[in-house]
């Protein structure tokens, strides 16, 4: 198959606690022939920290990972949200040419603010790739659940509605299951409050958690690793203040498209998850 | 030889308070011609018209310049004050030293001041070329058309025909009634609408002076005041009127269903139907668009697809064989001298208000749609049921300016009514049931009107509605529940309130087609497609087309009360023009040189009005000449003019290059 | 005499010309609809709601809006922004509230939240990118929790999720890149 190269830049996290999400990214993105070529020595975006606290730094961190990208002549995919707001909101601000001397300044690099980014969801669900479903989702009811970062403020990220964004829905039809119809999609889980204020993450992961199963999803598929962590590791947190069983398994949308494509549950990393999806994707015959 | 009176204007302070009056004056007496030059501190006054009059006759002035406001306030005035005095009225011109002047440089009082001499210096130039003019005489079409069939238009319609004028009123629905007939009660008198409707829409079908023309629409106007062409397009129904009685055979037998406009949604109705059962007229159209019969002759041509049935049981039934399949679209053209338009508003769609829903959420439902859930004559026959599941809400969240207020989407005015018409609700849905919770989301609560104030409180000690100050932000479904998202800004607190029925305030918007119409009748209408009015405090009813009226909703977000009162005000300047039995038309408009003239007759191609015509000269030649009676004296055929045959009465080319000469100091 | 208590409103303060010029937004616009704070997400744990925080800047409170504990509980989710109907981005807003209470060392009113932000900085300026174990230890050192989520902690290794090393990636290049703005 002809392989569409990228400029990949993971993000921290797809390189510590959300490996699976790398792991599954790279098994799908290979099998629908998206060349992911990961920038060399790329660093941290800045994330939440560095733009909240200090302008320049929330704009040189992700400006010497757009720099590599530009030099490379790809466009950029990044899979995580988080990574992916940043460039993106970087660039805008990069727009003005004093701002954007001033970052150059900063990386010591030549940068002309010219390079393509895109979430990897978008790459992953265009219409154009040759999808081979070898096992259908079937029956299967995901909410898809895309966060605050992927596609707000849309006027600057220009991808996706930012109240009931689209993408991820056709793509979950697309391998047989059937997309949840729900209001939560781009509500905020609470973002990097995890460590600060968990108390915080835990009210409104609870929210997203309760609406998704009222709604009678089976299961949450995201496109961030920071909404992962809150609506997966938080879970057994929002379980014993509610006193209550939720068991509502959080999955990347790069683990469920390798089910679909065909991929074992060991190799899409299922069982990296604190919340165990298997139980559910068994009584669903999806995984054995 | 000319004798130029120069009369400069304080305007109170607005004129006198930058531009130098004494010096103003000092120079107007010195320029060419000019025999006499005064101030006044208001020259439009019983005392300044006087003075300018004594003037004339004491200096024998056969020219006036006044130096005062714009000439759209005041140049019939001050043409009137001249010719009592025994001067043409086009002897007198306008030096706007208010709004191109003090208005504008309050901060330079010097240059201020120069340029108000300027300004007077060119009109002092422009008067000593103006030529006396006479306005021509025109006879008048003593009917009016009457554009929308809601309140405003059925009040204008009557007033009219009752002052003995022939009225045709046309609406483009199958029924007259507008928005009112869709209301259950109205505020704050909590009267039945329908009740208080119904009675004047069959007055009018009734009344001899007028025709009603529904599924109707204009299609082109011609002419001009007291004597447009309309052409009037007359909608298939596929249903001859004139056979059918109304009785309901057809409506009830028919297969199709559709989703009623009337009921905004909330109910069916077939596809030959009346609107609602006190329709006006109360005879049938066939949709198109769903009618199954229509969908299998389209089919027959192609033959692609099922084939649809071939139906046609409202004809088999009819007892009058009133069902015409083939019944022609006609085009009807009247003369009318006056045009009232009244074309209403439709509701803000909420659909683009993702953070409400989108439009996906059935529970969560308009203020109109409401109205029709909690009438008698609705489709859940007066009880209020939710969309979802049909369960009778407990708890009812109403969430105010939703569409108003707002410049993200275009829509940064209050629509005015949605205050009361939530007031009102709340009391109705008590009254539905008496253990209902209303919560009402406001930002402002603008109670401007008779008895509003009142009802408002009423509301709150009545129905026991709580008022919450906040503008909500999100709502979600869980369950069967609808989770409503708010601050309350006097508290300083997030809300959540879960409630069974989300009602949205949705705004006024001008009705759909409406800029199509204002373009027809060549009258203007704002960035929100609201038609406007000549002057918004002392014109309101009339527009910058003599003989064009608008009222109610199509101006701007109005309610009942006002509507009729607009509709009866732009009725009475109808009335006024069509009492005359000739009009007068304005003298300034285009004449054709004919020795200039080489027949290129481009401004034939670029009249808007139709104005010029082909005159063959004794010499063999044919020529333009201009119909004086159609002239609007807009100017385009004189720019159009390549041998510069034209000329613009009253604005001459000589007139204007000596205004600009005037500047060569 | 003034009522103790009583704020004294300033009509155009140096600190709204300030937060406008900074943010680029046209403070003043606000008719305090209370959109913004019906939609965030934190908001039940700001002192002043998002409203209130462009009030405080409207009415010149410098003082109350630097020591908010609002500036530290916004996420940066962007919903108050995308939703006001005037188009004020309130995020930005509170942002250059936040960075001017940074640059003048105002008392964080949530201690946790610039603690959180120190220690991720400093563990991306001296490894290029985060090193969660690094980051976790040392914020529950230094916010006196030591023992907060260590119950999972085995979990979490036998999982494969946490790195008990850190990966020097690009160290010297953001280590100079942290140098410069410092300077």
Same mark, same amino acid.
């Given at each position: 198959?002809?392989?569409?190269?990228?400029?990949?830049?993971?993000?921290?996290?797809?390189?510590?606690?959300?490996?699976?999400?790398? $792991?599954?990214?790279?098994?799908?993105?290979?099998?629908?022939?998206?060349?992911?070529?990961?920038?060399?020595?790329?660093?941290?975006?800045?994330?939440?920290?560095?733009?909240?606290?200090?302008?320049?730094?929330?704009?040189?961190?992700?400006?010497?990972?757009?720099?590599?990208?530009?030099?490379?002549?790809? +466009?950029?995919?990044?899979?995580?949200?988080?990574?992916?707001?940043?460039?993106?909101?970087?660039?805008?601000?990069?727009?003005? #040419?004093?701002?954007?001397?001033?970052?150059?300044?900063?990386?010591?690099?030549?940068?002309?603010?010219?390079?393509?980014?895109?979430?990897?969801?978008?790459?992953?669900?265009?219409?154009?790739?040759?999808?081979?479903?070898?096992?259908?989702?079937?029956?299967?009811?995901?909410?898809?659940?895309?966060?605050?970062?992927?596609?707000?403020?849309?006027?600057?990220?220009?991808?996706?509605? @930012?109240?009931?964004?689209?993408?991820?829905?056709?793509?979950?039809? &697309?391998?047989?299951?059937?997309?949840?119809?729900?209001?939560?999609?781009?509500?905020?889980?609470?973002?990097?409050?995890?460590?600060? &204020?968990?108390?915080?993450?835990?009210?409104?992961?609870?929210?997203?958690?309760?609406?998704?199963?009222?709604?009678?999803?089976?299961?949450?598929?995201?496109?961030?690793?920071?909404?992962?962590?809150?609506?997966?590791?938080?879970?057994?947190?929002?379980?014993?203040?509610?006193?209550?069983?939720?068991?509502?398994?959080?999955?990347?949308?790069?683990?469920?498209?390798?089910?679909?494509?065909?991929?074992?549950?060991?190799?899409?990393?299922?069982?990296?998850?604190?919340?165990?999806?298997? +139980?559910?994707?068994?009584?669903?015959?999806?995984?054995? | 030889?000319?004798?130029?009176?120069?009369?400069?204007?304080?305007?109170?302070?607005?004129?006198?308070?930058?531009?130098?009056?004494?010096?103003?004056?000092?120079?107007?007496?010195?320029?060419?011609?000019?025999?006499?030059?005064?101030?006044?501190?208001?020259?439009?006054?019983?005392?300044?018209?006087? *003075?300018?009059?004594?003037?004339?006759?004491?200096?024998?002035?056969?020219?006036?310049?006044?130096? $005062?406001?714009?000439?759209?306030?005041?140049?019939?005035?001050?043409?009137?004050?001249?010719?009592?005095?025994?001067?043409?009225?086009?002897?007198?011109?306008?030096?706007?030293?208010? @709004?191109?002047?003090?208005?504008?440089?309050?901060?330079?009082?010097?240059?201020?001041?120069?340029?108000?001499?300027?300004?007077?210096?060119?009109?002092?130039?422009?008067? %000593?070329?103006?030529?006396?003019? %006479?306005?021509?005489?025109?006879?008048?079409?003593?009917?009016?058309?009457?554009?929308?069939?809601?309140?405003?238009?059925?009040?204008?319609?009557?007033?009219?025909?009752?002052?003995?004028?022939?009225?045709?009123?046309?609406?483009?629905?199958?029924?007259?009634?507008?928005?009112?007939?869709?209301?259950?009660?109205?505020?704050?008198? /909590?009267?039945?609408?329908?009740?208080?409707?119904?009675?004047?829409?069959?007055?009018?079908?009734?009344?001899?002076?007028?025709?009603?023309?529904?599924?109707?629409?204009?299609?082109?106007?011609?002419?001009?005041?007291?004597?447009?062409?309309?052409?009037?397009?007359?909608?298939?129904?596929?249903?001859?009127?004139?056979?059918? =009685?109304?009785?309901?055979?057809?409506?009830?037998?028919?297969?199709?269903?559709?989703?009623?406009?009337?009921?905004?949604?909330?109910?069916?109705?077939?596809?030959?139907?009346?609107?609602?059962?006190?329709?006006?007229?109360?005879?049938?159209?066939?949709?198109?668009?769903?009618?199954?019969?229509?969908?299998?002759?389209?089919?027959?041509?192609?033959?692609?697809?099922?084939?649809?049935?071939?139906?046609?049981?409202?004809?088999?039934?009819?007892? %009058?064989?009133?069902?015409?399949?083939?019944?022609?679209?006609?085009?009807?053209?009247?003369?009318?001298?006056?045009?009232?338009? *009244?074309?209403?508003?439709?509701?803000?769609?909420?659909?683009?208000?993702?953070?409400?829903?989108?439009? &996906?959420?059935?529970?969560?439902?308009?203020?109109?749609?409401?109205?029709?859930?909690?009438?008698?004559?609705?489709? =859940?026959?007066?009880?209020?049921?939710?969309?979802?599941?049909?369960?009778?809400?407990?708890?009812?969240?109403?969430?105010?300016?939703?569409?108003?207020?707002?410049?993200?989407?275009?829509? #940064?005015?209050?629509?005015?009514?949605?205050?009361?018409?939530?007031?009102?609700?709340?009391?109705?849905?008590? @009254?539905?049931?008496?253990?209902?919770?209303?919560?009402?989301?406001?930002?402002?609560?603008?109670?401007?009107?008779?008895?509003?104030?009142?009802?408002?409180?009423?509301?709150?000690?009545?129905?026991? *509605?709580?008022?919450?100050?906040?503008?909500?932000?999100?709502?979600?479904?869980?369950?069967?529940?609808?989770?409503?998202?708010?601050?309350?800004? /006097?508290?300083?607190?997030?809300?959540?309130?879960?409630?069974?029925?989300?009602?949205?305030?949705?705004?006024?918007?001008?009705?759909?087609?409406?800029?199509?119409?204002?373009?027809?009748?060549?009258?203007?209408?704002?960035?929100?497609?609201? /038609?406007?009015?000549?002057?918004?405090?002392?014109?309101?009813?009339?527009?910058?087309?003599?003989?064009?009226?608008?009222?109610?909703?199509?101006?701007? +977000?109005?309610?009942? +009360?006002?509507?009729?009162?607009?509709?009866?005000? $732009?009725?009475?300047?109808?009335?006024?023009?069509?009492?005359?039995?000739?009009?007068?038309?304005?003298?300034?408009?285009?004449?054709?040189?004919?020795?200039?003239?080489?027949?290129?007759?481009?401004?034939?191609?670029?009249?808007?009005?139709?104005?010029?015509?082909?005159?063959?000269?004794?010499?063999?030649?044919?020529?333009?000449?201009?119909?004086?009676?159609?002239?609007?004296?807009?100017?385009? !055929?004189?720019?159009? !003019?390549?041998?510069?045959?034209?000329?613009?009465?009253?604005?001459?080319?000589?007139?204007?290059?000596?205004?600009?000469?005037?500047?060569?100091? | 005499?003034?009522?103790?208590?009583?704020?004294?409103?300033?009509?155009?303060?140096?600190?709204?010309?300030?937060?406008?010029?900074?943010?680029?937004?046209?403070?003043?616009?606000?008719?305090?609809?209370?959109?913004?704070?019906?939609?965030? #997400?934190?908001?039940?744990?700001?002192?002043?709601?998002?409203?209130?925080?462009?009030?405080?800047?409207?009415?010149?409170?410098?003082?109350?809006?630097?020591?908010?504990?609002?500036?530290?509980?916004?996420?940066?989710?962007?919903?108050?922004?995308?939703?006001?109907?005037?188009?004020?981005?309130?995020?930005?807003?509170?942002?250059?509230?936040?960075?001017?209470?940074?640059?003048?060392?105002?008392?964080?009113?949530?201690?946790?939240?610039?603690?959180?932000?120190?220690?991720?900085?400093?563990?991306?300026?001296? =490894?290029?990118?985060?090193?969660?174990?690094?980051?976790?230890?040392?914020?529950?050192?230094?916010?006196?929790?030591?023992? =907060?989520?260590?119950?999972?902690?085995?979990?979490?290794?036998?999982?494969?999720?946490?790195?008990?090393?850190?990966?020097?990636?690009?160290?010297?290049?953001?280590?100079?890149?942290?140098? &410069?703005?410092?300077?």
């Amino acid at each position: 198959m002809a392989q569409t190269p990228y400029a990949y830049f993971p993000g921290c996290t797809l390189h510590g606690t959300m490996l699976e999400y790398n $792991a599954s990214a790279r098994l799908v993105c290979e099998a629908a022939g998206v060349d992911l070529r990961e920038l060399k020595d790329w660093n941290c975006c800045g994330a939440w920290s560095a733009h909240t606290t200090d302008y320049m730094l929330g704009l040189a961190l992700p400006a010497r990972n757009l720099q590599k990208a530009e030099a490379m002549q790809l +466009p950029m995919v990044v899979p995580c949200a988080v990574g992916f707001s940043r460039m993106k909101l970087a660039m805008h601000e990069m727009e003005n #040419p004093a701002v954007l001397s001033a970052v150059n300044q900063a990386i010591d690099k030549p940068f002309k603010n010219s390079v393509v980014v895109e979430p990897l969801l978008k790459v992953l669900a265009s219409d154009s790739l040759d999808l081979e479903v070898k096992k259908p989702l079937q029956g299967l009811k995901v909410a898809c659940y895309y966060g605050c970062l992927l596609v707000r403020p849309q006027k600057i990220l220009k991808f996706d509605d @930012e109240n009931n964004p689209q993408t991820m829905d056709k793509l979950m039809s &697309r391998l047989g299951a059937e997309p949840v119809d729900w209001d939560f999609k781009t509500e905020c889980c609470g973002a990097g409050m995890s460590m600060p &204020r968990p108390d915080v993450v835990n009210r409104l992961s609870s929210k997203i958690l309760l609406a998704a199963r009222s709604m009678g999803a089976d299961c949450i598929a995201v496109a961030c690793p920071m909404c992962h962590f809150n609506l997966d590791f938080h879970q057994r947190e929002v379980e014993a203040e509610r006193k209550e069983k939720i068991q509502m398994p959080a999955l990347y949308f790069t683990q469920l498209m390798g089910l679909a494509l065909g991929f074992s549950a060991k190799k899409l990393m299922l069982d990296k998850h604190l919340v165990d999806p298997m +139980p559910m994707l068994k009584s669903k015959g999806m995984a054995a | 030889m000319a004798r130029i009176g120069v009369f400069v204007c304080h305007c109170g302070s607005n004129i006198a308070g930058v531009v130098d009056i004494n010096r103003t004056v000092e120079a107007a007496r010195k320029m060419p011609q000019v025999v006499y030059a005064a101030d006044a501190k208001y020259t439009c006054s019983e005392a300044g018209q006087s *003075a300018i009059r004594d003037a004339i006759k004491q200096h024998r002035l056969n020219r006036v310049v006044v130096s $005062a406001c714009s000439p759209r306030m005041h140049e019939n005035t001050f043409r009137r004050t001249v010719a009592s005095a025994g001067l043409n009225p086009y002897l007198m011109e306008i030096a706007n030293i208010r @709004e191109h002047c003090s208005w504008v440089h309050g901060d330079n009082k010097e240059a201020a001041t120069s340029k108000a001499i300027d300004l007077i210096g060119m009109a002092v130039a422009k008067v %000593t070329r103006d030529e006396p003019l %006479t306005p021509k005489r025109v006879s008048m079409t003593p009917r009016a058309l009457v554009i929308g069939g809601g309140i405003t238009g059925i009040q204008a319609a009557l007033d009219i025909a009752n002052a003995g004028h022939e009225v045709v009123l046309v609406e483009r629905e199958p029924s007259i009634g507008g928005r009112m007939s869709q209301l259950d009660k109205t505020f704050p008198t /909590l009267d039945c609408s329908a009740c208080i409707l119904t009675p004047k829409m069959v007055d009018l079908a009734q009344h001899p002076k007028i025709t009603l023309l529904t599924s109707a629409e204009v299609k082109s106007v011609n002419g001009f005041v007291g004597n447009f062409e309309v052409e009037i397009r007359q909608k298939s129904r596929l249903v001859d009127h004139v056979k059918c =009685t109304g009785c309901g055979t057809c409506w009830q037998k028919c297969p199709e269903n559709v989703n009623s406009e009337f009921d905004m949604g909330m109910g069916k109705r077939k596809s030959i139907y009346i609107p609602f059962a006190q329709a006006v007229p109360n005879k049938p159209v066939i949709d198109t668009a769903s009618c199954r019969y229509i969908k299998y002759l389209k089919w027959a041509e192609t033959k692609e697809g099922k084939k649809p049935p071939e139906c046609r049981i409202c004809e088999k039934i009819c007892p %009058t064989g009133a069902i015409d399949w083939e019944q022609p679209e006609q085009i009807l053209t009247e003369k009318f001298g006056a045009i009232v338009v *009244a074309t209403g508003f439709k509701t803000f769609d909420h659909s683009v208000l993702g953070e409400y829903g989108g439009g &996906r959420i059935p529970d969560v439902i308009s203020g109109l749609q409401l109205e029709r859930l909690m009438s008698a004559s609705g489709p =859940t026959g007066g009880e209020v049921k939710r969309p979802s599941d049909g369960a009778h809400p407990k708890t009812v969240v109403i969430v105010s300016c939703v569409g108003s207020r707002d410049d993200r989407i275009g829509r #940064p005015y209050c629509s005015k009514i949605c205050c009361m018409y939530n007031a009102k609700h709340a009391i109705m849905l008590k @009254e539905h049931d008496p253990e209902i919770q209303i919560y009402i989301f406001y930002i402002d609560v603008r109670t401007g009107g008779k008895d509003f104030e009142e009802f408002y409180r009423r509301s709150q000690q009545e129905a026991g *509605a709580l008022w919450i100050r906040g503008r909500v932000s999100k709502i979600h479904r869980e369950g069967k529940k609808l989770i409503v998202r708010g601050e309350d800004s /006097l508290i300083g607190r997030p809300v959540e309130i879960p409630a069974d029925l989300v009602v949205l305030a949705t705004g006024v918007e001008a009705s759909d087609g409406v800029v199509g119409l204002a373009q027809t009748l060549n009258i203007s209408h704002d960035s929100y497609n609201f /038609l406007v009015e000549a002057h918004p405090k002392l014109r309101p009813v009339e527009t910058h087309t003599d003989g064009v009226f608008v009222a109610g909703a199509a101006v701007g +977000p109005r309610d009942i +009360p006002e509507s009729v009162a607009h509709g009866g005000a $732009a009725a009475a300047k109808a009335i006024g023009l069509l009492s005359k039995e000739e009009l007068a038309t304005d003298p300034m408009t285009a004449i054709v040189d004919p020795v200039k003239c080489v027949s290129c007759f481009a401004c034939h191609e670029v009249c808007p009005f139709g104005a010029p015509e082909k005159e063959t000269l004794r010499d063999g030649r044919t020529v333009s000449v201009i119909n004086e009676s159609k002239c609007k004296g807009c100017g385009l !055929c004189i720019v159009a !003019c390549r041998p510069g045959a034209i000329n613009l009465r009253g604005f001459t080319s000589q007139q204007v290059l000596a205004e600009v000469t005037s500047l060569w100091r | 005499m003034q009522m103790a208590g009583a704020i004294t409103p300033v009509a155009s303060s140096e600190f709204l010309d300030y937060v406008g010029k900074q943010s680029g937004q046209r403070i003043m616009d606000c008719y305090q609809c209370g959109k913004c704070s019906a939609g965030c #997400p934190t908001a039940y744990d700001m002192d002043l709601t998002p409203r209130q925080m462009i009030r405080a800047i409207q009415l010149g409170l410098k003082e109350e809006a630097l020591k908010s504990s609002t500036i530290w509980m916004c996420v940066s989710c962007q919903t108050c922004s995308v939703r006001c109907p005037v188009q004020i981005d309130i995020a930005k807003a509170i942002e250059a509230v936040r960075l001017l209470a940074v640059a003048e060392k105002a008392p964080a009113a949530e201690k946790n939240v610039k603690l959180y932000h120190q220690v991720f900085l400093k563990s991306v300026e001296f =490894t290029g990118r985060l090193y969660e174990m690094g980051l976790s230890v040392a914020f529950n050192m230094l916010s006196r929790h030591p023992f =907060t989520g260590m119950d999972i902690l085995p979990t979490m290794l036998r999982k494969g999720k946490l790195a008990l090393m850190p990966v020097f990636k690009g160290t010297a290049e953001v280590e100079a890149i942290f140098a &410069r703005i410092k300077r």
